[in-house]
C-alpha cells in the first residue's frame, strides 16, 4: 500500500511528505530499529554485573557529582548524585532496556522516544567540555529521538500500527501522542 | 492547506531559531572570529592560543530553552487533544501525523 499523505502547508513552504511503503517509509522503520538496539545494548550492558563474575554494578554517581560539575544540567545532576544517587542507578539501566525495547517492537514509540529525549539531553548537557562541538554524538541521538516522535515512527512496520487501529484509541485519539 | 495552529508555528520558528542559533549561527560566527573550537584552544604548553567569543554557557542554554520549546509545545499538543478532523483514522502505516 502506499499511502500519499495531502500537500501541506509548512511555514509557507507546500509539502508533500509520502511514507508509507517507500524508502521514506523504510528509513523510518530502520531507524527506529537501530536507534532502539542502541538503547537497548546500552542498558544491557549496565546489568554486565548480574553475568559477568566480578563486574561492578552500574553506578552513575562520579558521572553525576564530578563529570557534569560546571555544565547547566548540575543543579540537577549533581544534586541527585548526593541525595539520591540510588535512584539514578536504578532507573537509568532499566529505562535505557525498556526505551530500546519499546523502539524496536515500536510499541508506546512516542512515550518511549519521550524518555529517550529526556535522558539524552542530560547526557548532552552534563559532558561538560564540548571539545567535540555542540553538534556532537549526544546530540545526534537526542534528534534521533526527537525525529521518532515527529514521525510517529511507531506507526511503519511497528506495533502501533495495530494499537492504533483499536476502537479503543479510535475513541481516544489523544493516545496517539503517545503512540505511533 | 495547513493544519498548523498557532501553537505548531511557535514551536517550529522560536524552537527551531534557539537550537540553530546556538548551534550553527554562533558556531560559525565563532570560526569567523577566529577560532573554529566552541573551547579554548592551548598549545603544547599550556597556554591558551585562542580563546572563545561566545561563553559555552550561552550557547548551552539557548539550545535547551530552543528544546524548551518543543517540549512545551509537545506537552500542550497531548493536553488540548487531536482536532477532530484528524482524529479519524489513517491507514495503516501512515507516519507524521
Not at chain 1, 537501530?34 to 552513575?60: D, I, R
Not at chain 2, 492547506?1 to 548551534?23: E, F, I, Q, S, Y
Not at chain 2, 569567523?32 to 542554554?61: D, I, K, Q, W
Amino acid at each position: 500500500m502506499s499511502h500519499k499523505n495531502e500537500t501541506r502547508n509548512v511555514l509557507g513552504e507546500d509539502v508533500t511528505f509520502e511514507l508509507s511503503s517507500t524508502w521514506a517509509g523504510y528509513w523510518v522503520a530502520l531507524l527506529r530499529l537501530v536507534t532502539g538496539y542502541w538503547f537497548f545494548h546500552a542498558g544491557l550492558t549496565k546489568y554486565a554485573n548480574l553475568w559477568y563474575a566480578g563486574a561492578e554494578p552500574f553506578s552513575a554517581t562520579g558521572w553525576l557529582t564530578g563529570a557534569t560539575q560546571g555544565t547547566i544540567v548540575a543543579p540537577i545532576t549533581v544534586w541527585f548524585g548526593q541525595n539520591a544517587a540510588w535512584f539514578v542507578n536504578l532507573v537509568i539501566p532499566f529505562a535505557e532496556l525498556a526505551i530500546g525495547l519499546a523502539l524496536m517492537l515500536g510499541l508506546l514509540v512516542r512515550f518511549a522516544a519521550f524518555w529517550g529525549a529526556f535522558l539524552m539531553t542530560f547526557f548532552y548537557f552534563g559532558n561538560a567540555g564540548w571539545a567535540h562541538g555542540f553538534v556532537n554524538g549526544d546530540l545526534m541521538g537526542l534528534l534521533l529521538f526527537v525525529t521518532m516522535i515527529v514521525l510517529g515512527a511507531g506507526r511503519v512496520m511497528g506495533l502501533d500500527s495495530y494499537l492504533e487501529a483499536t476502537d479503543f484509541v479510535q475513541t481516544h485519539p489523544r493516545l496517539k501522542y503517545l503512540l505511533g | 492547506m495547513t493544519d498548523l495552529t498557532t501553537v505548531d508555528r511557535l514551536a517550529m520558528l522560536l524552537g527551531g531559531a534557539l537550537v540553530v542559533l546556538g548551534t550553527v549561527v554562533l558556531g560559525i560566527l565563532e570560526a569567523l572570529l577566529g577560532n573554529p573550537s566552541p573551547v579554548p584552544v592551548t598549545n603544547e604548553a599550556g597556554a591558551v592560543v585562542a580563546t572563545t567569543t561566545f561563553p559555552v554557557e550561552v550557547r548551552a542554554y539557548l539550545i535547551a530553552f530552543g528544546m524548551l520549546v518543543w517540549l512545551i509545545a509537545g506537552v500542550y499538543k497531548l493536553i488540548a487533544g487531536v482536532p477532530r478532523e484528524r482524529g479519524t483514522a489513517a491507514p495503516r502505516g501512515t507516519a507524521a501525523e
